[in-house]
Antibody, heavy 117, light 107 residues
Framework: QVQLQESGPGLVKPSETLSLTCNVS????????WSWIRQPPGKGLEWIGY???????NYNPSLESRVTISVDTSKNHFSLNLSSVTAADTAVYYC???????????WGQGTLVTVSS | AIRMTQSPSSLSASTGDRVIITCRAS??????LAWYQQKPGQAPELLIY???TLQSGVPSRFSGSGSGTDFTLTISCLQSEDFATYYC?????????FGGGTKVEIK
């Protein structure tokens, strides 16, 4: 059973970079697509982007200028960097395994990141 | 981006009821639609993909239908564990987009 676990700071200052890592266990990161999805408190879901294990990426245009997703197959994890954050980036951030980059069949438990000084 | 609109945004129902949630896409998406269930404080769980294919392990009281722009999620006999928020998501084109959610509450 694949398990995903997000890790990273729960508090980030405005204008700084949000950095999260998703550790994948119970299976290999290879041969799959991996996404980041976020959910502001009390609101709906927003897809941030995905990375294929080979390193190719696809980002939401609404965030593309600020987002970088990377993968480290040797450590079986992938990461999210979101730069120049504002309070609007406060959300629960989920990592997830994708089926062919289309929809997500395994999700991490999510981690709340608050942007505040 | 394709806009996904769910209705209703919330509903009250009793255990044993039949519940229908609708999802409309702003343009045709064929059958490239998934449904998720999210309980408070938990991550979403995949219920259905390809509009009508049940994810492994999901109870058969859940079903999905539709193609093009109009889709439905039906819960045939609501159970206590089904009180949750449900989201549709299109994957016809990027960016992947979600509906605003439908909260199913206890009457």
């Amino acid at each position: 059973q694949v398990q995903l676990q997000e890790s990273g700071p729960g508090l980030v200052k405005p204008s700084e970079t949000l950095s999260l890592t998703c550790n994948v266990s119970g299976g290999s990161i290879s041969s799959y697509y991996w996404s980041w999805i976020r959910q502001p408190p009390g609101k709906g879901l927003e897809w941030i982007g995905y990375i294929y294990y080979s390193g190719s990426t696809n980002y939401n245009p609404s965030l593309e200028s600020r987002v970088t997703i990377s993968v480290d197959t040797s450590k079986n994890h992938f990461s999210l960097n979101l730069s120049s954050v504002t309070a609007a980036d406060t959300a629960v951030y989920y990592c997830a395994r994708d089926v062919s980059g289309y929809y997500s069949d395994y999700w991490g438990q999510g981690t709340l990141v608050t942007v505040s000084s | 981006a394709i806009r996904m609109t769910q209705s209703p945004s919330s509903l009250s129902a009793s255990t044993g009821d039949r519940v229908i949630i609708t999802c409309r896409a702003s343009q045709g998406i064929s059958s490239y639609l998934a449904w998720y269930q999210q309980k408070p404080g938990q991550a979403p769980e995949l219920l259905i993909y390809a509009a009508s294919t049940l994810q492994s392990g999901v109870p058969s009281r859940f079903s999905g239908s539709g193609s093009g722009t109009d889709f439905t999620l039906t819960i045939s006999c609501l159970q206590s564990e089904d009180f949750a928020t449900y989201y549709c998501q299109q994957y016809y084109s990027y960016p992947r987009t979600f509906g605003g959610g439908t909260k199913v509450e206890i009457k």
